[in-house]
């Protein structure tokens, strides 16, 4: 079975200043990783994923995330955040066999103030 | 291109009522997947289908729970004597087929149980 923990429920943040939102995950075999947004009152959107290959991941929006398989973590960065990047953002894992199931994190609420 | 879409956004039912969800994925995406949200919590995977065929269900889905997708196409969610436990986000999402596919999530239906 999987797990994902995302130890931050909120971070609150000055506009341009740089951010980290942490996500671990447990699981016994190998796995696919997932970022998704929630902007106020819209579904949610894929921000990026690791799936194979370079451990650095990028967003079109400045994000980028880090698979480190040694510490189970793929924590999402931005060097610096603007007003509109406030969202909920969640962590997920899928494993590599025999399902699409996502397994989600509880979210971090990013708030980001002028 | 519409997005997945979900009827209704809102239902406020009494508890012991029967309760029937629609999601009309995004045109030729043949899988669809259900995901249920409660406050301050992830999405949590309840079940998902490859065309017609129900590939798999969460053990989430009591004896109450049916989903169905007839003809590979839209999906119905039903909830028989719904619980206020049963009060929640429910999600939709499609993808184009191969798991590693994003998966595609629409607004949702909160479901309220007085």
């Known amino acids: 079975a999987q797990s994902v923990t995302q130890l931050d429920s909120q971070v609150p943040v000055f506009e341009e200043a740089p951010v980290e939102l942490r996500c671990n995950y447990s699981?016994?075999?190998?796995?696919?990783l997932f970022w998704y947004v929630q902007y106020p009152n819209q579904g949610l959107q894929l921000l990026l994923k690791y799936l194979s290959g370079s451990t650095l991941v990028e967003s079109i929006n400045g994000f980028e995330a880090e698979f480190n398989k040694s510490q189970t973590s793929f924590h999402l960065r931005k060097p610096s955040v603007h007003i509109s990047d406030t969202a909920e953002y969640f962590c997920?894992?899928?494993?590599?066999?025999?399902?699409?199931?996502?397994?989600f994190g509880t979210g971090t609420r990013l708030q980001v103030f002028p | 291109d519409t997005g997945v879409s979900q009827n209704p956004r809102h239902k406020i039912t009494k508890r012991g009522q029967n309760v029937t969800f629609r999601c009309d994925p995004i045109?030729?995406?043949?899988?669809l997947y259900w995901y249920r949200q409660t406050l301050g919590q992830g999405p949590e995977f309840l079940t998902y289908?490859?065309?017609?065929?129900?590939?798999?269900k969460s053990r989430l889905l009591s004896d109450r729970f049916s989903a169905e997708r007839p003809k590979g196409s839209f999906s119905t969610l039903e909830i028989q004597r719904t619980e206020q436990g049963d009060s929640a986000m429910y999600l939709c999402?499609?993808?184009?087929?191969?798991?590693?596919?994003?998966?595609?999530f629409g607004p949702g239906t909160r479901l309220t149980v007085t």
């Open positions: 289908f490859q065309n017609e065929a129900q590939l798999e």
């Open positions: 999402a499609s993808s184009p087929g191969d798991s590693v596919y994003e998966q595609y």
């Open positions: 045109s030729e995406h043949n899988r």
């Open positions: 997920a894992v899928r494993n590599f066999y025999n399902t699409d199931k996502l397994i």
């Open positions: 699981s016994s075999v190998s796995v696919y």
